[in-house]
């Protein structure tokens, strides 16, 4: 039995919503699809720099899952690329969430958690 997809939580909706090279119509393009949680992982993990473990706390999922949307993502946008092909972004199963700050109790690392998600977090620095 499949187990039900956890619900993964990004900070905001893509704003670009389709990517295309120049000077070809969409109709002759083949077109790839970046989910809204594939585009969270790289804006975490690629452009704010956040490590893996944090990223993926960040988005309510386990650094394992996280490092699969990561690759799948890259994948999608290296196609994209080098075999001249669209994306459209959008989609998935993800929803813009509001974020608290908490607190590690043992190394006072602050981080940012979405509001609602479960409320056992590990410390992205000493991990406990
Ligand atoms: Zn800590």
Known sequence: MARPVKQRY???LP??????????PVYELEILTLS??????????????DAQEEAAAKMNVSRQ????ILEKAHRTMA??????KAINIGGGVAIPTKRHQ???RHCRRAWQVP??????????????
């Open 10 to 12: 990004i900070g905001s």
């Open 15 to 24: 704003q670009i919503t389709q990517f295309k090279p120049r000077g070809v």
């Open 36 to 49: 809204c949680d594939e585009f969270e992982a790289i804006r975490l993990s690629d452009l704010a720099g």
């Open 65 to 68: 899952t996280f490092g699969r």
């Open 79 to 84: 196609d994209a690329l080098v075999n001249g």
């Open 102 to 104: 908490v607190h590690c």
């Open 115 to 128: 509001s609602g998600a479960s409320k056992e977090f590990r410390c992205p620095r000493c991990r406990r």
